[in-house]
């Protein structure tokens, strides 16, 4: 593991860079062992995480200390967290459908029972507001992004990339494979809470 400052009031604490379930966990850990400390809010993500903290009750030089010590004993990870299961009403008409499935030597239809026969975890929320990385596909699905984004990608889209899935949330650019649709909405402002998917939540695509 690695640790840098990021920032004047947070810390930036890597682990081994690949997309990896235990990986995700221990990072997981880390930000939990962190706040349960004290020190402050703790954001992970696949295999990093910021650890932030209040200059005004914690020094630089003991939250430095702090965060090393993680790094150079990380907590041992319990587990994903258990989540809930959320279904995903899709229509699988994505523009993007049709190549993913010939560049992964299978049909339309074999892609999507594919894509529709696991549920998925949600590892954590980024990029914008309510958009959860969630995986793992099945291997069998070679979808890397597209070389060119597209300038709008509508909300509720279902893409994949990379051995991920996820719901785009809001109207957005975006270069992930689009093979399908939903009508449930993954972020609403008005409500409470705003997103729907939750870190440690588990995915199941349901075909409409």
Same mark, same amino acid.
């Given at each position: 593991?690695?640790? &840098?400052?990021?920032? =004047?009031?947070?810390?930036?604490?890597?682990?081994? +860079?690949?997309?990896?379930? %235990? /990986?995700? =966990?221990? %990072?997981?850990? /880390? #930000?939990d062992a962190w706040e349960q400390q004290g020190?402050?809010?703790?954001?992970?993500?696949? %295999?990093? /995480?910021?650890?932030?903290?209040?200059?005004?009750? !914690?020094?630089? !030089?003991?939250? @430095? %200390?702090?965060? !090393? @010590?993680? #790094? @150079?004993?990380p907590p041992k990870a319990t587990g994903p967290v258990a989540g809930r299961l959320i279904e995903v009403p899709t229509v699988y008409d994505g523009p993007d459908l049709a190549d993913t499935a010939a560049r992964s030597g299978l049909s339309p239809d074999e892609l999507v029972a594919l894509h529709g026969a696991r549920e998925y975890r949600a590892f954590f929320l980024g990029f914008m507001p309510g958009l959860a990385y969630c995986g793992m596909l099945d291997p069998r699905i070679d979808a890397p &992004?597209?070389? @060119?984004? $597209?300038? $709008?990608?509508? #909300?509720?889209?279902? #893409? /994949?990339?990379?051995? +991920? !899935?996820?719901?785009?949330?809001?109207?957005?650019?975006?270069?992930?494979?689009l093979i399908g649709r939903t009508d449930l909405a993954t972020f609403d402002p008005t409500r409470d809470p705003p997103a729907l998917i939750r870190a440690g939540d588990r995915l199941r695509f349901v075909r409409r």
């Open positions: 593991m690695s640790v &840098r400052p990021f920032g =004047d009031r947070a810390f930036l604490i890597e682990l081994e +860079q690949r997309i990896d379930p %235990a /990986i995700i =966990d221990g %990072a997981r850990a /880390i #930000a020190l402050g809010e703790a954001i992970p993500a696949y %295999a990093s /995480i910021v650890v932030a903290f209040d200059p005004g009750r !914690t020094s630089w !030089t003991d939250a @430095a %200390a702090a965060a !090393t @010590a993680l #790094a @150079a004993a &992004r597209l070389a @060119a984004p $597209r300038e $709008r990608v509508p #909300a509720g889209s279902v #893409a /994949i990339a990379n051995g +991920q !899935t996820i719901v785009y949330p809001v109207d957005s650019p975006g270069g992930w494979r």
